[in-house]
């Protein structure tokens, strides 16, 4: 006989209904409350790496910016890590969004979008916008802005085209300097290239976000200037190219004008002669010849050519990609290049190293001319993993530290003895589904111009 239980009472499910919904506004306070803290921690955290990267204290052996070095240690995506570069750099010139930030009441999210357009000027109503409406609602302003700020750059006169040139010659060193002078729409070209070439070969970051201008990003260590000038050469290479593949090991074609002892470590001669008759270091002729095309040059006492050889590979085709699917970009610890790659010998092949994989390693072409012209050093251990070392010889480590370093409680402790009063409600939207009128948000942020 089917037996079917008597239906609740209708207290017991009211009874239910009021724990669920005490439990689900216990959940949300804790949520919106730690999120607000989180907020406060956030621009703590970015108060730290402005002190930290305005002292530099990231230049370790290898590292070229604040950023990798927090994608390192901390975890952080190189993208997310040049936002937070940038934004904290963003902060002293804005006290108000600051000072808001600090307490909580507003987002990293909105902070970061504020920031890219923000001053002193607008900052009250960029904050009244971002503390009535949501993120999506910041960011869209923010865009809308720009773009309106970007049609009004339109406007510039094309008598300048006659002025374009471009000229070169041999300084009394030996170097070669170029003075250009370009059109708008010519050197917009020029730097978006020379820009979108840095960025791939010192900072490695593919996926640059749209709302983030190239030229507001943090550069590695180096002059700005000096990395303009490798990012040229890399532009030539890729025309010579003729495919954008740097990785092919055919970027230098290298004709050494001089004996094999220039190659060696312990060589005799100091410098070596290039082609066009300008002089460049031993050691860097052996970082050039460690992964190029090669031909074997023999030339009488008097310089007459008496026989030259064909061009080899100094690493096989086969070899390259078994290395390229083995290390899969630069092997240097922190880096997270793998485009500008270089094969570099551990043991030289003109001091008797073989071409294997035993002996093969890939470094970015920063990291390659530190191993063979700035005194370090990398070599393989009996179990097969490589191992660096600074100038010093003090093994550089392999990777960040990883250890746990806080907890909510620390974090919710750590606010309130810094005297913020933080509670569900501090970092809570004050919207209420109204629509925002784009227009006469970007109006009201022109007219505060």
């Avoid at 179990?383 to 907890?407: E, H, V, Y």
Wanted: a neutral charge; charged letters at 25%; aromatic letters at 6%.
């Amino acid at each position: 006989m089917l037996h079917i239980p008597p239906a609740p009472c209708e207290p017991c499910n009211s009874i239910q209904i009021k724990l669920r919904q005490a439990r689900c506004l216990q959940l949300e306070n804790q949520i919106t409350e730690l999120a607000a803290h989180i907020h406060a921690a956030t621009c703590r955290l970015l108060e730290l790496i402005r002190a930290y990267d305005e002292t530099e204290g990231w230049a370790g052996p290898g590292l070229v910016s604040c950023a990798h070095w927090l994608n390192w240690k901390c975890g952080i995506s190189l993208e997310a890590a040049r936002e937070k570069v940038r934004v904290a750099h963003a902060l002293p010139g804005l006290p108000k969004i600051s000072e808001t930030f600090r307490r909580g009441e507003v987002s990293y999210s909105k902070v970061r979008a504020m920031t890219r357009v923000a001053t002193v000027a607008n900052e009250d109503y960029l904050l009244e916008v971002a503390r009535h409406g949501t993120a999506s609602h910041v960011e869209r302003l923010v865009r809308n802005y720009r773009k309106v700020k970007r049609s009004e750059a339109l406007q510039r006169d094309n008598e300048r085209h006659a002025l374009r040139q471009l000229d070169w010659f041999i300084d009394d060193d030996g170097s070669f300097v170029l003075k250009g002078r370009f059109t708008p729409e010519q050197g917009v070209v020029i730097k978006k290239v020379l820009q979108s070439i840095m960025d791939e070969d010192s900072l490695e970051q593919q996926d640059v976000s749209a709302e983030t201008p190239a030229d507001e990003l943090k550069p590695r260590s180096e002059p700005i200037a000096q990395r303009r000038a490798d990012a040229m050469l890399r532009m030539a290479e890729g025309y010579s190219s003729n495919s954008g593949n740097f990785n092919n090991g055919d970027h230098f074609l290298v004709h050494v004008h001089t004996d094999m002892q220039t190659l060696k470590a312990g060589g005799a001669n100091a410098e070596s002669e290039l082609e066009d008759g300008c002089n460049v270091s031993a050691e860097t002729s052996r970082r050039l010849a460690c992964d190029a095309g090669v031909v074997h040059w023999l030339e009488g006492e008097k310089g007459e050519a008496l026989s030259v050889g064909r061009k080899t590979r100094t690493i096989p085709p086969a070899i390259r990609r078994a290395l390229q699917r083995r290390d899969q970009g630069c092997r240097f610890p922190g880096c997270t290049c793998n485009r500008f790659v270089d094969a570099h010998h551990v043991r030289h092949w003109a001091d008797g190293g073989e071409t294997g994989m035993r002996n093969l390693v890939l470094l970015c072409r920063r990291h390659h001319r530190m191993v063979h012209e700035e005194g370090f050093a990398v070599r393989f251990l009996d179990d097969g993993q490589i191992c660096f070392t600074g100038p010093s010889g003090q093994p550089l480590p392999a990777a960040g530290d990883t250890r746990f370093r806080g907890n909510v409680f620390g974090l919710t402790t750590g606010n309130r003895m810094s005297g913020l009063n933080i509670t569900p409600a501090t970092g809570e939207c004050r919207w209420q589904g109204e629509k925002m009128d784009d227009d006469l948000a970007v109006l009201c942020m022109l007219q505060l111009e």
